[in-house]
């Protein structure tokens, strides 16, 4: 059975350190992106690694952390406006509804956005409904756990 979405929410992503931030439900979109910063493509000893900064200093769950992923992709995106870009994915945990999912970001300056995640098309598919009229109802579900 498929679950009701709103079209925004709040989700937790605990490798990333991040929870109850927000998220916006994109059908528009295929893939699903985080903002980030400072992204970086490096190596160490001949083996590659992704490093970012999450969000950016004006965002108030920013903490400077600077992460390291070394299983990571690169994939072009079509944004909006219909320019295409390289970005990095990388495949984390989303926990909604009370469940946690694997999920592929990819890596986007943001910072012009109002929400630092938008959840795509190929994370919705097969589970979830949107109903664009509903807001956050992930978030009430656990705050009434």
Do not use: W
Not at 44 to 63: A, I, M, Q, S
């Amino acid at each position: 059975m498929k679950l009701t979405i709103g079209r925004v929410d709040k989700a937790d992503f605990p490798e990333l350190s991040l929870l109850d931030i927000d998220i916006k439900i994109d059908s528009g979109a295929y893939t699903s992106s985080i903002h980030c910063s400072n992204i970086k493509e490096t190596s160490l000893d001949g083996n590659p690694f992704l490093k970012f900064t999450l969000l950016d200093p004006e965002h108030e769950f920013y903490n400077n952390k600077e992460f390291t992923f070394k299983n990571y992709t690169s994939k072009i995106v079509k944004s909006s406006n219909g320019i295409a870009e390289q970005r990095f994915m990388i495949q984390t945990t989303i926990f909604i509804f009370n469940e946690s999912f694997p999920i592929y970001l990819t890596l986007s300056e943001r910072k012009d956005m109002k929400f630092p995640i938008l959840i795509g098309r190929k994370f919705l598919n097969k589970k979830f409904i949107i109903d664009t009229a509903k807001k956050n109802i992930s978030h009430k579900l656990k705050t009434n756990k």
